[in-house]
């Protein structure tokens, strides 16, 4: 037989080796992979998903442009001096109406209000009020017909004749196939065209039939401002007679006309404030950096990023504080578990089982007792301060404050976390045999030096993987902070979940809980350069 | 080797024995002795093996002696001053380990000079000894591999040369071959040696194979349930066994229980379980009447009686199984009553194949059948 060193090695049936090789691995990966699928599919549907829509959450900010969306378009030609010009003014006018009309502005003005305090407000009286405004157009127009008020001729002028007769047929509470516009309206009377149909598509949002409820005032603006530009004696419709008188009324020099600024700033004086127009302008994105640099104390301004007053600085004394206490927390989780770790691996089998289910015992307790026990123990009237006092170590009058601060967050964590630090440490120091110690000692060393260069050198995996395990459950850790921590020993995952669960502004809470994600992998890859994760064991 | 260390060793050199035990006890739970009354003297400069079944308090005579385990009663004395008190690290006895014991984030040459360090050894001084042992041990390329990166054997010649680097002079090797093929086993049976022989070392060796004992000790001390059943050359060991367990544990042997009916001067008569009597040489058997088991190894058992000498015993025997094992045949016998009666014979040009259901004679010198205690 010759050796075909040149070509590719082939299997006995003449396909090549590497091809006959992996279709016989492949029933094997897709049996693996079929085990593993319901893990997958549930990992990435109830895990990885939320994480990913929340992470989304810390940059979105679609509220403004959709529920401002003439607005925005106006005010990208504002510089951002004085007041913008009427025609902003009109063109929010037109949104927020329609807004209110679906009760959208509130979200708005929530949304805004995290930038600008006072925007909640302002939006919500805004909306109460505008309705008062609009009818300043229908009241003239009744005077030429009173047909304007009702629904029904509103609908045949403006809707398809044959969307309409569909509609006709329908019951109460049914909304019927989307609206569809008459053909030639859109050039005829595009203003008016517009405002009915955000009228109509709000109606049928709600399930209502648009031909059957009048049409919102905005739709009443806009005839009145088409009628004052648009030449309307074209058009041969329904109500067109209607429609010119109208027109003519519109034409004549006694028709009263809206004056939209002076409307907003008399509805509200913040109206007439630009930096709750800058503060509109600056939001418009779909996309902002805003909630991320709010999370780094630092705020969106016209002119860029700012820093924020230092007395409002609060994230990132709260990062370092977070990173230090984690810090803290696992160096004494190091200190107090490598001796129960050693003692674990190296005691006779009867003693270290009973010492493995002390160390496990937390485990069947809920976290809540075991947290809410340290506020027992902790608190001025507590266990321990009356030990101390009884012991004389400490005076009755200056009992110790080890709860509700950072030292009572340290102490709780540091007890709850430390079967994570004492179980990687106990499964490497287990598969360090005795004989290592035996053999340093009969080369020379003395028990220190023997623990010290040989020993200890082994069991840095075990520190390695428990110490990475502690930091990162300590840097998100909640809980504990919020019970025993008080104002002082909280963490930034107590901010996060305050905005989450108490604010309502996910936004912020998700770049924080961004930030943390970062620092964590920043962390975990720092730690891969300096000791090498392959260091680090879990045992075996 | 540390300076105290060293005085005291000048000091006490005039001293006959350089390892010592004496009446010594040892016991794990206060109720059971695993080692009683051990007496052992060894010259300076001996290779003696432990031998023993596991159990038999071979492994705790050795860890007693490097320090590890602490003797309940008696007395241990290396070159003549008591060292039960003395902690492991200041012994400076050498020891090698089952499983080598290399400590695995240290490279070879760190390992070889961790020993030199704790002495607070200066580095020049350090890397010639760790050169000087590397090469004693044919590793002179390997010292910076880590232990995990070299076979069975390799680490075995660092464990060897880390046992040594210290210039100890008595070194305690505890079964280092346990884990090696049985070629690379043998070699290293003789680079041990060699090397010990070489620099005069005392060695305490421990092995369940006998073998390893009988080719590379000066003497044996065979261990059985705590005691020391026979310390003795290898030749000795093998040739004289002075009890039933020493001849059972050292070597093949075949055993036919009797009863002494007569003791003559060089030998006594023994009566086998089935009524037949035989000539044998008594050991351990004082008086008429004892129970007795007679021992005679299989190759000193003779199937062609004319090549025997005068007073040669003879004895007839059933043919049971015959194996050939190609240097040797093996073959099974009926002898007395005993089915597993073994003899060896030499394949030699003339030597005869022995079918089974055979009857025949076999015959061995009185010398051969000892008579030893029936246990």
Redesign the interface.
């Known amino acids: 037989m010759t050796d075909k060193s040149s070509g590719p090695m082939l299997a006995a049936d003449g396909t090549p080796l590497k091809r006959s090789l992996s279709r016989a691995l492949r029933m094997q990966k897709v049996r693996a992979l079929l085990l593993i699928a319901p893990l997958l599919l549930f990992v990435v549907l109830t895990f990885l998903a939320p994480i990913a829509d929340m992470l989304f959450r810390s940059v979105e900010n679609q509220i403004v442009s959709e529920t401002l969306p003439k607005a925005t378009l106006e005010l990208a030609d504002w510089d951002g001096d004085g007041l913008p010009s009427d025609a902003v003014y009109e063109a929010t006018f037109f949104d927020l109406f329609a807004a209110a009309e679906r009760k959208l502005h509130t979200r708005l003005g929530t949304r805004l209000n995290y930038e600008e305090t006072g925007m909640s407000s302002l939006f919500r009286r805004t909306g109460r009020k505008l309705d008062d405004f609009g009818d300043v157009y229908l009241d003239q127009f009744k005077k030429v017909d009173r047909a304007w008020s009702k629904a029904a001729p509103w609908a045949e002028m403006m809707s398809d004749p044959d969307w309409l007769a569909g509609q006709e047929a329908l019951g109460r509470g049914d909304a019927g196939p989307p609206f569809v516009l008459r053909a030639g309206m859109e050039t005829l009377l595009p203003r008016t065209s517009d405002a009915y149909q955000t009228f109509a598509r709000a109606m049928q949002e709600e399930d209502d039939n648009p031909a059957d409820e009048k049409p919102w005032a905005t739709v009443h603006i806009a005839l009145a401002e088409d009628l004052a530009t648009q030449d309307v004696s074209t058009y041969t419709g329904p109500g067109k007679d209607r429609l010119q008188a109208t027109a003519a009324l519109v034409g004549s020099a006694d028709f009263e006309t809206l004056d939209y600024t002076a409307m907003f700033l008399d509805i509200n004086d913040n109206w007439g404030d630009t930096d709750v127009w800058r503060t509109i302008k600056l939001y418009s994105p779909a996309y902002t950096s805003g909630y991320f640099l709010n999370a780094v104390d630092m705020q969106l301004t016209p002119d860029g990023p700012e820093w924020r007053d230092e007395r409002e600085q609060i994230y990132g004394l709260l990062f370092k504080r977070t990173l230090y206490m984690s810090l803290v927390i696992t160096l004494s989780c190091i200190m107090l578990g490598y001796p129960v770790a050693w003692l674990l691996a190296n005691l006779p089998t009867r003693q270290s089982n009973l010492l493995m289910i002390l160390v496990l015992l937390p485990f069947w307790t809920s976290l809540l007792v075991r947290t809410s026990a340290w506020k027992v123990m902790l608190q001025q009237q507590g266990v321990v301060n009356d030990v101390l006092v009884w012991l004389s170590i400490v005076p009755d009058d200056a009992r110790l404050a080890l709860i509700n601060n950072q030292t009572g967050t340290i102490i709780a964590m540091t007890h709850i976390l430390l079967p994570f630090m004492i179980l990687p440490m106990y499964s490497v120091m287990q598969t360090i045999?005795p004989?290592?110690l035996?053999?340093?000692?009969?080369?020379?060393?003395?028990?220190w030096?023997?623990f010290w260069?040989?020993y200890f050198?082994?069991s840095v995996p075990g520190i390695g993987a428990g110490s990475i395990l502690v930091f990162i459950l300590a840097i998100g850790y909640y809980i504990t902070p919020a019970i025993v921590g008080g104002t002082s020993g909280t963490f930034i995952s107590n901010r996060i979940a305050y905005h989450i669960s108490s604010s309502g502004n996910w936004g912020l809470g998700a770049a924080l809980g961004a930030l943390l994600l970062a620092a964590v992998l920043i962390l975990y890859w720092a730690y891969d350069r300096i000791v090498g994760i392959d260091n680090v064991k879990l045992g075996g | 080797m540390?300076n105290d260390q060293g005085a005291f060793l000048a000091e006490n050199s005039q001293s006959d024995a350089f390892v010592e035990f004496e009446r010594v006890q040892k016991s794990y739970d206060g109720e059971t002795l695993v080692v009683k009354d051990l007496n052992l003297k060894m010259p300076r400069g001996e290779f003696l093996t432990m031998l023993g079944p596991s159990g038999s308090g071979k492994t705790t005579c050795l860890m007693m002696l490097?320090?590890?385990e602490t003797a309940t009663y008696g007395d241990i004395r290396l070159d003549g001053r008591p060292i039960n008190n003395i902690?492991?690290?200041?012994?400076?006895?050498?020891?090698v380990?089952?499983?080598y014991?290399l400590?695995?984030?240290m490279t070879v040459a760190e390992n070889l000079s961790?020993?030199l360090e704790?002495?607070k050894m200066g580095k020049s001084d350090r890397e010639a000894k760790v050169k000087r042992a590397l090469e004693m041990v044919q590793m002179g390329q390997f010292g910076g591999r880590r232990p995990s990166q070299l076979s069975g054997g390799q680490q075995q010649r660092i464990a060897l040369a880390?046992?040594l680097v210290?210039e100890a002079e008595l070194v305690?090797m505890d079964e280092p071959l346990g884990a090696l093929d049985k070629q690379l086993r043998e070699h290293m049976q003789f680079e041990i040696k060699r090397i010990a022989d070489n620099l005069g070392i005392t060695v305490v060796y421990v092995t369940h194979d006998q073998t390893e004992a009988l080719t590379m000790s000066d003497r044996v001390a065979v261990f059985d349930d705590g005691r020391i059943q026979q310390l003795a050359p290898p030749d000795e060991l093998y040739e004289a066994p002075q009890n039933s367990f020493v001849a059972q544990f050292i070597g093949e042997n075949n055993t036919l229980d009797g009863i002494v009916t007569e003791m003559l001067s060089d030998r006594c008569i023994v009566r086998l379980d089935d009524g037949s009597l035989i000539d044998a040489k008594p050991v351990n058997v004082t008086s008429v009447g004892e129970k007795t088991r007679v021992s005679i190894r299989p190759e000193r058992v003779e199937t062609r009686i004319d090549r025997l000498g005068e007073g040669a015993h003879t004895i007839k025997a059933e043919v049971m199984e015959f194996i050939y094992m190609g240097d040797i045949f093996r073959t099974r016998l009926k002898v007395a009553g005993n089915e597993d009666f073994i003899i060896k014979t030499r394949n030699a040009p003339d030597q005869v194949r022995l079918e089974p259901g055979r009857q025949i004679e076999i015959g061995w010198l009185p010398a051969d059948c000892r008579a030893l205690d029936a246990t």
């Open positions: 045999p004989t290592y035996r053999a340093a000692k009969s080369l020379g060393a003395t028990n030096t023997a260069r040989v050198p082994q | 540390n490097a320090g590890f902690p492991p690290h200041k012994r400076g006895i050498g020891m380990f089952q499983n014991a400590f695995p984030h961790f020993p704790v002495r880390r046992a210290f305690l």
